[in-house]
Structures are given as structure tokens and as C-alpha cells.
């Protein structure tokens, strides 16, 4: 992995936000081509994660931990129902809601989809040693946890995913040098 060359004056921080956008981008491609094989790609690999390790009472809770529309919870649960991936339970506690469980073959699915996201994070951080990939999570974590920000770490993904897309519109972000 060669870095990119710094303009003359330019402090070493000043690439900060390029290689985090670099490596969001790149994220995003390869846990999109990792969890291709769900509905909805990667929003849906963000949605089995949160049903089968989550604790969301509802189908409502689900959609609002997620962001997504209560109306296109309703269409991307479908899908998943019809893959066989979840089911939608009445909730003992209140008649009037469904709870989402993933099925045996859901949580097959997500494991198999992990692996191959944790294959795609590890290709992407291969310039580093895996001593340093451990601690680069870990710095990276707490630098998130620091923000304040305490929102869901699937609702953040699938936000600034969606704005990578919607911004670069499929193409890389331009280095230091080319601003």
C-alpha cells in the first residue's frame, strides 16, 4: 500500500479525513459485495446482524434503531421472511406487535455473511500487521465512542454508507494531492 504524496506544506493531519473516507468507501464496496447475497445488500447484512444479536422488542423498535421507514421495514422484512431468514412473531407482552426472530437458516446466513465481511475487513487493512489491525479497531472505536454521538453502531453504518454512495455516486474520493 503506498501513500499518497503530500503536498509541500501540508501537515500529515490534513490526510486524516482522506483516509477515512478512503477506507470507508473501500469498506462499504466489499461488505456490500460480501452481503450481496441478502436483500437489500449491505442495510440488509446491518438488519439480520441487529435481529439476531440485538434485543429490539418490535418490528416498530427495529425500524427506528435502523432508521429505516416503518414502511420499508415492512418490505425488506418481507424479503426476508420469503428467503426464510426471519420471522415475524406476535409479541406476548402486546397483541397489537410483532417481534422479528431470525430462523435457524437466518442465523446460518449471518454467520456465513461474517465471515466473509471479517475476510473483506481484513483484505482491506492488509498493509497492516494483524497486531495493528486489532489496535486500529480498537483506536477507532473509542475515537467514535468519544464523539458523544451514543447511536446505534448499525444506524451509523447505514448512514454514512448511504452518504459515501449518494456522494461519490460510485467513485473513489479524490487524494490530498488532486484538491
Wanted: proline share 6%; aromatic share 4%; net charge negative.
Amino acid at each position: 500500500m503506498t501513500t499518497p504524496p503530500t503536498p509541500s506544506g501540508t501537515a500529515e493531519h490534513s490526510r486524516f479525513g482522506w483516509s477515512l473516507a478512503t477506507l470507508l468507501h473501500e469498506w462499504s464496496e466489499r461488505v456490500g459485495a460480501a452481503a450481496d447475497d441478502l436483500p437489500q445488500g449491505t442495510r440488509g447484512y446491518q438488519l439480520l446482524t441487529a435481529v439476531v444479536h440485538g434485543d429490539l422488542p418490535s418490528q416498530a423498535a427495529l425500524a427506528s434503531t435502523l432508521r429505516i421507514d416503518r414502511t420499508v421495514m415492512t418490505y425488506l422484512l418481507d424479503a426476508f421472511e420469503e428467503c426464510g431468514l426471519v420471522e415475524r412473531r406476535l409479541d406476548p407482552a402486546d397483541r397489537r406487535a410483532r417481534r422479528v426472530v431470525a430462523t435457524e437458516r437466518g442465523r446460518e446466513v449471518l454467520a456465513a455473511t461474517e465471515a466473509r465481511v471479517a475476510a473483506a475487513e481484513d483484505e482491506l487493512l492488509t498493509g497492516l500487521e494483524p497486531a495493528q489491525r486489532a489496535q486500529l479497531r480498537t483506536l477507532l472505536e473509542q475515537a467514535a465512542r468519544g464523539t458523544g454521538t451514543q447511536e446505534d453502531p448499525c444506524r451509523t453504518v447505514i448512514e454514512a454508507t448511504t452518504r459515501v454512495q449518494e456522494d461519490g455516486a460510485g467513485q473513489r474520493p479524490p487524494s490530498p494531492a488532486s484538491r
